[in-house]
């Protein structure tokens, strides 16, 4: 059962501009998570937003977290090609047994 | 060095046979959990282990099976039911399993000859 979709699919800028990321969900949540994924690795975990929580930053990360909205974004600041990778958002749901659930995914592409 | 490994690397798979992968860690976490991706989608959740001796079936928990013998230890079997086992495998733990960070290995490709 899909919780988290991210948006878009995939998204290619230059190194040095900002990039968004965009996450939606379907139901209430304790918190909110971002990893990321280097082809043919595993996930790394970015960054934790509780449901109380409005905004975090971590280095050049800055996540938001919507509520009423039922949305969260990831923005990385001037972007850097080590930065390309896959970029999940993951939620735990109230009902879901502790259980953290995965969306597809954005794939983002730093050009030189 | 802590943290949590997956072996082999590479697994190919014959039509009717059973293989296993590996997945230890040395961070004394409690959770532990294999998640299935196949080529450009999200993780999908095959089964989970909150404590030793004890698992729960995941959203995908067909032809798969697991044991939870020692706390360090998550070892997944890909049985012959399984028709479609061409995937990366994924395994994570946490430190409690009650939806909080996941720390990942770094993962086994499973292909099938």
């Known amino acids: 059962s899909q919780q988290g979709e991210e948006d878009p699919q995939a998204l290619s800028i230059q190194e040095g501009e900002n990039a968004t990321m965009n996450c939606s969900y379907k139901?209430?949540?304790?918190?909110l998570q971002w990893y990321r994924q280097n082809s043919g690795r595993g996930l790394v975990h970015l960054i934790l937003?509780?449901?109380?929580?409005r905004e975090k930053h971590s280095g050049r990360l800055r996540v938001t977290l919507d509520t009423s909205k039922k949305s969260s974004s990831l923005l990385i600041t001037a972007s850097r090609a080590a930065d390309t990778a896959s970029y999940f958002c993951a939620t735990d749901a109230e009902n879901r047994d502790d259980k953290i659930i995965f969306g597809k995914g954005t794939r983002l592409h730093i050009l030189p | 060095d802590g943290g949590i490994t997956q072996s082999p690397k590479y697994l190919f798979r014959k039509e009717g046979q059973n293989v296993t992968l590996s997945c230890e860690q040395n961070?004394?976490?409690?959770?532990m959990y294999w998640y299935r991706q196949d080529p450009g989608q999200g993780l999908r959740l095959i089964y989970y282990?909150?404590?030793?001796?004890?698992?729960q079936k995941g959203d995908i928990a067909e032809g798969y099976s697991v044991s939870r013998e020692k706390k360090e230890s998550f070892p997944l079997t890909v049985t012959s039911a399984q028709k479609n086992p061409t995937a990366f495998y994924l395994c994570?733990?946490?430190?409690?399993?009650?939806?909080?960070?996941?720390?990942f290995g770094p993962g086994t490709r499973l292909l099938v000859l």
């Open positions: 961070l004394n976490h409690d959770a």
């Open positions: 139901t209430s949540i304790n918190n």
């Open positions: 994570a733990s946490s430190i409690t399993g009650q939806g909080e960070t996941q720390y």
């Open positions: 937003i509780r449901s109380n929580e």
């Open positions: 282990s909150q404590i030793v001796n004890d698992f």
